[in-house]
């Protein structure tokens, strides 16, 4: 079964996880998550005016810095994860749309957007063994009543056959809110802020799932999480990049 003329369902599973989400469509007809068309959770037209990542650096993944050799900053100090991509720059009705997702519960966009990540993840097809969705504090998570990572992981991992492991990796304290925050003071915010199981992680490759990334601080602490508890080799997807996040201040709400 083809997608939009995008990725084929191979699996049973995937094939039930995507109906399910046709049968809620039917039964109360959606609107865009970027222009709130009505009848579509995500039209072409939002669809066409996402700003791709075609190149950037290498290992971390930003799309300024050149595709043949890495940025000066992962030369300077390479990061615990062995490569970042993200599928398109957080502006439009892209970020509108995660918007939606993250704080209006519109949680079936997190379907919609994972056929976007899974044909990314075919571009760079790393060897994974487990899927690790970044997690939430508690008080976002009782907040939300869900993670948008998670909705985003789940089809990508159905489509991998791959394990999802949602609990692999915790929060082990309350993090101030990124948003407003510099670089340096993004890293300082989330520096040794999770933990990961050994249980599940030790001598694995894993893959980190993510919304946004801006700095890149919080997938280098989950990252160097995973590290510490015996990952062998550690990479990161996420649905957007902002696209010139200032020293000073952050695009990302």
């Known amino acids: 079964m083809q997608i939009a003329g995008r990725y084929r369902l191979k699996y049973p599973a995937e094939w039930l996880h995507h109906l399910f989400w046709g049968a809620l469509d039917w039964l109360y007809p959606p609107q865009c998550g970027g222009c709130q068309t ?21 290992r971390c993944g930003r799309p ?3 595709l043949s050799s890495v940025c000066a900053e992962c030369a300077a100090q390479p990061p615990a994860f062995d490569a970042l991509r993200s599928w398109a720059i957080y502006t439009g009705p892209l970020r509108l749309a995660i918007l939606r997702l ?3 519960q519109d949680v079936g966009l997190g379907e919609i957007f994972a056929q976007s990540l899974i044909e990314l993840y075919q571009q760079v097809n790393w060897p994974v063994d487990l899927l690790v969705p970044v997690p939430l504090s508690a008080d976002h998570a009782w907040e939300r009543g869900y993670n948008q ?4 992981a789940r089809p990508l991992a159905l489509h991998l056959r791959i394990p999802l492991r949602p609990r692999a990796l915790r929060r082990t304290r309350i993090t101030q809110a990124q948003v407003g925050l510099n670089a340096q003071e993004r890293r300082e915010n989330v520096s040794r802020a999770f933990m990961a199981d050994p249980r ?13 990334t801006t700095t890149g601080a919080t997938m280098q602490a989950c990252a160097q ?19 010139h996040p200032s020293p000073d201040g952050d695009q990302q709400p």
């Open 149 to 152: 990572s998670t909705l985003l």
């Open 38 to 58: 009505l009848g579509t959770r995500w039209c072409s037209q939002c669809q066409s005016d996402c700003r791709r990542i075609i190149s950037g650096c290498p």
């Open 200 to 212: 599940d992680v030790a001598g694995k490759s894993i893959l980190i799932l993510d919304d946004v």
């Open 225 to 243: 999480a995973l590290r510490d508890a015996g990952a062998r080799s550690v990479y990161g997807l996420t649905l957007a990049r902002a696209a």
């Open 102 to 104: 993250k704080y209006h």
């Open 64 to 66: 300024e810095a050149s």
